[in-house]
């Protein structure tokens, strides 16, 4: 009997169901701990998105409580996330009016987030989940180093106590170099701020199981408080406002709603991309599967939560998972308990965050931009394959330089761009037998490989279709032209997954060309799919049937059959 519908698209209910009492304390140990990366972080990427502080908590309550229930994995944390911060930042930025109206910017924020949910959940009940696989490694290592360098670069007037009033990567770059040479840095707040960046990176280097930001948080509040430090001028959060996030439908314009979506595709993509990624490699960990099409259910309905209770888009958090995971997770209660922990703060201890200072904030989003940074994936990709790094720089350059969203819309492209190139432009390769190994090799690899006279085995590794048919044409004229005793060209097909309609003309056209000249073109090892499409075009009226062969050994054996041909070396050729 197959198990109900609701355990496959519910979890969390199916969760309640098989919930061990055993996992409960362990549970709620890891929700603890987790409350203390979520509170400080929260405020800080609500910022970072152009938000509110509290925003960020609203969005982390619901957030959590949404993929309790609709999320498949036990580990994932979900959260506000310092990769989409830039990226919500520069969908609501330009539909903001002249007085830059906090409402307005909640009420932009809220929406992007359930067209997000929205999105996500739609693709997950319809299957998409391969749609993750858009964004190609090196691409992504690009994107979130040029992501990482926007965020830097984007803190620092905040880190050194200033504002910085610019858009653009070179612009800010140039607006904090002019304000600190101007004197508008806050000395104070410069000590406070680099301190605390200090602290946190020196703490996750040496000491990486204690929780770093929340220590960080802590002693820079309590050193504002006793020294006074904002009579210097040291920006603080303030008191949060009181009470749980008040469910509300997000007031927006018309004219609001395509770029607002346009803005939620790419975020989409992104927390798509990220979430895979995370929870494959936790999954790997602990031998489970990952359920692509649910993960993006449980993100879809993560951001529909958030998006009604004043939140922004979430995605999730390699960070906050692995800290939840050492503490001991076992389900995503921990979520549920992380996400009560956050409306006790906000019911009952409103002021608790008060003294935290602005420049600590930044600080805590610039160490999140640095773990994003993957300059060891950069150097590898340097010495592995320089096409591939050279993607990655052109994704780093898109981000840096045209901004966040259309960075990503590089990204995807030149993913998409790169495996087309690969079928465009793809490895091909004449075989001969090698003494010593079965099988027949690339002769550039083995010069000395035997050959048989008036035979030329040619293999092409890549689909026959519009983008490289020409090119597969001009090689086989050229063998054919290059081999005056040729007399056939056996094509190792393996490789070859298709076949179109152009590559069909062209096939028909080469092999007119080829019998003129008394040469046959013979296939091997054709996969049944491809060969009914070979009979659905008729190509057989001009191919003859008896020249598709199962495998490669028996078509050289057919063909030395008809011929008497005897292998021999290159040397031995005359």
Request: with cysteine; charged share 15%; glycine share 10%.
């Amino acid at each position: 009997m197959s198990p109900p519908w609701w355990q496959e698209y519910v979890p969390g209910l199916a969760l309640a169901r098989s919930y061990q009492r055993a996992w409960l304390p362990k549970d709620v140990v890891a929700g603890l701990v987790l409350s203390a990366l979520l509170v400080p972080q929260g405020m800080a990427y609500a910022q970072l998105a152009g938000l509110p502080p509290v925003t960020g908590l609203y969005t982390s309550i619901l957030c959590l409580l949404g993929y309790a229930v609709f999320g498949p994995s036990r580990v994932l944390v979900l959260g506000p996330d310092s990769s989409l911060g830039p990226m919500i930042a520069a969908t609501i930025a330009p539909l903001m009016l002249a007085n830059g109206d906090p409402a307005r910017a909640v009420a932009l924020a809220s929406m992007l987030a359930i067209m997000v949910g929205v999105v996500m959940t739609v693709a997950g009940l319809a299957r998409f989940g391969f749609v993750a696989d858009l964004l190609s490694k090196p691409t992504q290592i690009g994107y979130m180093n040029g992501l990482a360098l926007t965020i830097v670069i984007g803190q620092l007037g905040k880190l050194f106590g200033f504002s910085i009033d610019a858009d653009g990567l070179v612009e800010e770059a140039g607006a904090f170099l002019s304000g600190l040479a101007d004197g508008e840095a806050n000395a104070t707040a410069a000590v406070l701020g680099v301190g605390s960046l200090a602290g946190i990176l020196l703490l996750n280097r040496l000491l990486p199981k204690l929780p770093s930001v929340l220590i960080v948080v802590v002693l820079a509040a309590l050193a504002v408080n006793a020294f006074d430090l904002e009579s210097d001028g040291v920006d603080t959060i303030g008191v949060l406002p009181q009470g749980f996030p008040p469910f509300e439908v997000p007031a927006i314009n018309w004219s609001d709603v395509a770029p607002l979506f346009l803005g939620a595709l790419a975020i989409a993509v992104v927390a798509l991309a990220d979430t895979m990624s995370t929870a494959s490699s936790f999954a790997a960990r602990k031998g489970e599967r990952v359920r692509g099409n649910q993960e993006m259910i449980g993100i879809g309905a993560a951001n529909v939560a958030a998006g009604f209770f004043q939140g922004f888009p979430v995605s999730t958090s390699g960070s906050r998972t692995a800290v939840a995971e050492q503490a001991g997770s076992r389900s995503q209660v921990t979520g549920v308990v992380g996400a009560a922990v956050i409306t006790v703060v906000l019911v009952f201890a409103t002021g608790l965050m008060q003294h935290v200072p602005q420049p600590t904030l930044g600080a805590i989003v610039i160490a999140a931009a640095l773990s994003l940074a993957d300059i060891p994936g950069t150097r590898r990709l340097w010495h592995q394959r320089r096409t591939e790094f050279l993607l990655s720089i052109i994704a780093l350059l898109g981000v840096a330089l045209l901004g966040v969203l259309p960075g990503i819309l590089i990204a995807v492209g030149l993913s998409i761009l790169n495996v087309f190139r690969r079928a465009w432009w793809p490895h091909r390769a004449e075989l001969g037998r090698v003494e010593g190994i079965a099988g027949l090799h690339d002769t550039e690899s083995y010069p000395d490989a035997e050959l048989l006279p008036g035979l030329v085995v040619y293999r092409f590794d890549a689909p026959l279709i519009f983008a490289n048919a020409r090119m597969f044409g001009d090689a086989v004229r050229e063998i054919a032209e290059d081999h005056p005793d040729l007399r056939w060209i056996i094509v190792a097909a393996e490789p070859i997954t298709d076949v179109d309609t152009t590559a069909s003309d062209m096939l028909q056209e080469l092999d007119s060309w080829l019998n003129a000249r008394g040469v046959s073109l013979v296939f091997a090892e054709m996969k049944d799919p491809v060969r009914q499409k070979i009979e659905r075009y008729e190509l057989t009226r001009t191919i003859d049937p008896a020249h598709f062969l199962p495998t490669l050994d028996e078509a050289v054996a057919e063909y030395r059959r008809q011929t008497g041909a005897n292998w021999h070396s290159p040397k031995e050729k005359t």
